[in-house]
Structure formats: structure tokens, C-alpha cells
């Protein structure tokens, strides 16, 4: 099969179940306590930039957006991104990713920021976030804190702690 095979929806609530079964699959247990989670449980993600990859009525693949602040910035959080193991290697999640940095630009975020495989996101056009501008609530290998700028300066305005923004905005 090919990547053009499947269809490439927004995510809708129905998705749900299926898409925690392949992030279980694809991250098991431990995922609730990597840092990304910890800003995700801040509050819901935005459904409308998120996306899946449908074969038939199964979902292949998947990935979720959510807006966060730091500093005076603000930016989407990509992830997680998951494709099941069936249909991995063959361009899916390069779509997805795609489709995400698109829909961000059309939501004017200033940039897109994740923590992942520099080698795998490197040539979807990310980069690492300068040492020191940027943490997360929770322990995270700066080197795999990656962004996207869509706008000139905006991954310089991401400073000090990455939040959920509904979070950041409760707090202030
Ligand atoms: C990472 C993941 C989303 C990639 O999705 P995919 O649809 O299989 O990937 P694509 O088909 O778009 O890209 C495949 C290419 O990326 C490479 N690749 C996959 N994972 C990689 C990684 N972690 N680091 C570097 N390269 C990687 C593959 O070797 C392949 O290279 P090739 O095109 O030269 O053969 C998928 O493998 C997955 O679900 N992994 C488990 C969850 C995960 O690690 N998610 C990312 C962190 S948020």
C-alpha cells in the first residue's frame, strides 16, 4: 500500500478510541509521564488542526495539535504522532506532519514545536530550539526539543516553560 491509499481527515470525536489504542501501542504505559503529556493534560487539543489517516473505517495514523505559550510566545504542540505498525515506512506520518504545519499556517501560529527524532522531523523542517530559551514541565532531552518557525522571531518569543495555554492563562 501507499500513502496515497488512505484518506486524510480532520479528527472528529469518533476517532478517540481508536487513536488511544494506537498511541498505547506506539508509546505503551510510560507515555503519561513524558513532558508533552504533562502540557497536553493541561487541556483539550485543537481537533480542527489535527488529523488521520483512515483505511476504511480504521485509523492508521494520527496526529494531534494543541495550543501552548511560553514567554510571549505562542505556538502549536505537535503530537503525538503515531502510525500503526502495519502501515509504517510507507509516507503516512511525513503527510500527516504535512497536513499539521499547513493547517497551523492557516491558524497564523507563529510556529510549531515538538519534542521528537531530530533525524525524522529534521527534514520535515524543524529545527532545535537554542539551548536554554525553552523547558517543559517535566523532564525532556533538550535535544530532541524541536520547532518550525511559520513566522520571522516567533520561536525566539517561546521563552521559559512550554504550557497548555488554557493552563498558562488559569495561572496568570
Ligand atoms: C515515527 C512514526 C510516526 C513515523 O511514521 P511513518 O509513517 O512510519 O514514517 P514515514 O513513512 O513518514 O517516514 C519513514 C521514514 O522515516 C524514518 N524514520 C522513522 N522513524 C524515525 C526516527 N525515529 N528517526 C529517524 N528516522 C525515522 C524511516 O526510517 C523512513 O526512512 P526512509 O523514508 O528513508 O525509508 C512512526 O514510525 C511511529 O508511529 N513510531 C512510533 C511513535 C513515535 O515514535 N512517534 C514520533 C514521536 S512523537
Known amino acids: 500500500m501507499k500513502a496515497t491509499d488512505f ?3 480532520q479528527e472528529q470525536a469518533a476517532h478517540d478510541p481508536q487513536i488511544d489504542e494506537i498511541n498505547e501501542e506506539a508509546f505503551g504505559p510510560g507515555r503519561y509521564t513524558r513532558a508533552a503529556y504533562r502540557i497536553r493534560e493541561g487541556g483539550p487539543h485543537a481537533r480542527a488542526l489535527s488529523f488521520v489517516a483512515m483505511h476504511g473505517e480504521t ?9 501552548v505559550v511560553a514567554g510571549k510566545g505562542r505556538a502549536l504542540l505537535l503530537g503525538p504522532l503515531a502510525v500503526r505498525p502495519e502501515w509504517k515506512n510507507i509516507g503516512i506520518g511525513r503527510r500527516l506532519v504535512a497536513m499539521a504545519l499547513e493547517a497551523a499556517a492557516k491558524a497564523d501560529a507563529g510556529s510549531v514545536v515538538l519534542v521528537g527524532d531530530e533525524p525524522y522531523y529534521g527534514p520535515l523542517g524543524f529545527q532545535r530550539v537554542p539551548r536554554g530559551q525553552l523547558s517543559m514541565p517535566g523532564p525532556v532531552d533538550l535535544n530532541r526539543l524541536l520547532a518550525h518557525e511559520i513566522e520571522a522571531g516567533a520561536v525566539a518569543a517561546l521563552t521559559g516553560i512550554l504550557d497548555h495555554e488554557n493552563r498558562a492563562r488559569a495561572a496568570a
Open 59 to 67: 485509523v492508521a495514523g494520527s496526529v494531534r495539535m494543541t495550543w
Open 7 to 9: 484518506a486524510y481527515l
